[in-house]
């Protein structure tokens, strides 16, 4: 049953709880703060609501299930669920909202960066500048560039949008085709092979769901011209991890990665010695900006929950069945 207004009491770390009365002017009694590495059952209790602001939120999130078996809203910071007791979740959490699209703008400035990056041929550069030589490479231009972006949700349009401001080509790839700014077509998800025939590279901005597992495999790869870059700030699990080393290894394919089939990745993983692999530590997104943002939609949120008002990147009923189709995927592969 839901909760009266002056009965909603959101439980928060110290620091956020700081945060949230100073910057936001959020009622220091509508908060129920705790400190340490998780929350004691007494805080837990005294809540209806909690924030989900934890370097392991899946551990605090299976803290609190264990403690309270009801609640009337959590907010997770991440975009994706898959790190999360979702089974659980879905039937003890009444609204769930995320971080969704607070991170667009770093993850296309980092999409554009490993373009730039492949086009000017800096790493060729710099590896020859480092072995004493003056390298006169011809270089490419990004306008007039195909590049096809499979995922147009809140991250893809928005690196659509920058891309298109460079004069790039974008081609979409989407389960619905709509038009989309920045995108000059978007086509269906059954044309993905053809289009990529003409790609000078593939960008891939999808979740984990069981019908985004294993997309790209070794014949969607082989249909890409010679040079061309792979660039994933999606989910690992949308490629498939021996297909794409052996294309990078061989030196027929490059690729630029923000997320990993092993996170961290292991020292003695050969990803660490190809040449034509742009890498980063899955955390493109974190910027200044992006901190703030993610602590300005859960001050919304909040603000929405204790007033009893529309909240911002609700989860909706179809995203709870792709990611517990996507538990049940897991389950069944292991």
Known sequence: MAQTASSRRVLVPEKLARTLIGEFAIPAEALVPWAGELPPAEAIQQATAAILWHRNPGQLCRHLLQHKRRWEWMHSLWTGMEHLPVSELHRA???????KGTGALPLAEWVLLALLWHGKRVQEILEGFQRGQWPSLELAELEKTTVVLVGLGAVGRRIA??????GVRV???ARRVRRTPGCAQVVPLSELQSVCR???ALVLVLPATPSTAGLVDAKLLSVLPDGALVVNVGRAVVVDEQALWAEVASGRLWAALDVWWTEPLPAESPWRHVAQLLPSPHNA???TGAVKRHAQRVAANLQAYLQGTRMQAVVSAREWREILAWEAYEGSSV
Do not use: E
């Open 93 to 99: 959490v009444r609204v769930l909202t995320t971080g």
């Open 161 to 166: 949008r920058l891309l298109a401001a460079c």
């Open 171 to 173: 081609v979409g790839v």
């Open 198 to 200: 003409q790609a000078r």
């Open 285 to 287: 997104y974190r910027t």
